[in-house]
């Protein structure tokens, strides 16, 4: 397949040049970044240019499923950096994995499989959120479109959510039965945000979020009566 390698100032630069050599719009492409772009000292000397290789994509027909999500037809320039990013970094963590991508209006939907899925994960899921920490720092660095890049393995994601709308309700109950507040143990900040969806339909209950940083933690409590 027809490839081509372009610099310029920018990744977005080198992609808009692939662009017109092809030619082809940039979500028919696929894009790897072979080297970032930097201003140099103070912006005026030892200055490098960004460095893409791009081909056209394979068409609907020929997309195959790869690593757990099916490939699409066509994917952002952003999706493209996100998923290489994704890529190299486990390369230097010396994992192999697969990564699958899915790009919604929502974000961008990074997948890893392989054998090293409990070690991604960490407890409570920490290692992965560092990792999709990581990816977002990266892209959003390299392009000015800031969309949202989710990275999960193995459905942890979606396991963790339902695991914490099972948690909520059951403290909900258990605060309903003492009549009292009950404390749920300290969580991030998404994970936090699920408890809270989970009740708001509750008009029995409130929920609040205390405490700061790491301890930061929701509280379940019923909601007073009139007197």
Known sequence: MKFVETEGKTIEEAISKACEELPASPEDL?????????????????????????MLKETKDQA??????????????????????????????????????????????????????????????????????????????????????????????????????NLAHRLADKAKRLGKPVTVSPMNAHDRRIIHLALQDDKTLRTRSTGTGLYRKVIIAPEKKPS
């Open 30 to 54: 696929d894009v790897e970044v072979l080297a970032d772009g930097s201003s140099g000292f103070l912006g005026l000397v030892g200055g490098k240019k960004a460095r893409i290789r791009a």
């Open 64 to 165: 195959e499923t790869t690593a757990g999500y099916p490939a699409t037809a066509s994917s952002s320039p952003v999706a493209e950096i996100a998923k290489k990013a994704l890529q190299d970094l486990l390369g230097l963590l010396e994992i192999e994995a697969g990564v699958g991508m899915r790009e919604e209006p929502t974000g961008i939907f990074l997948n890893i499989t392989g054998n090293s899925s409990g070690l991604l994960i960490g407890r409570k899921g920490q290692t992965l959120e560092a990792l999709e920490y990581l990816i977002n720092k990266i892209v959003h660095k390299r392009t000015e479109e800031k969309k949202r890049i989710v990275v999960d393995t193995e459905n942890y994601r979606s396991r963790r959510e339902e695991s914490l709308v």
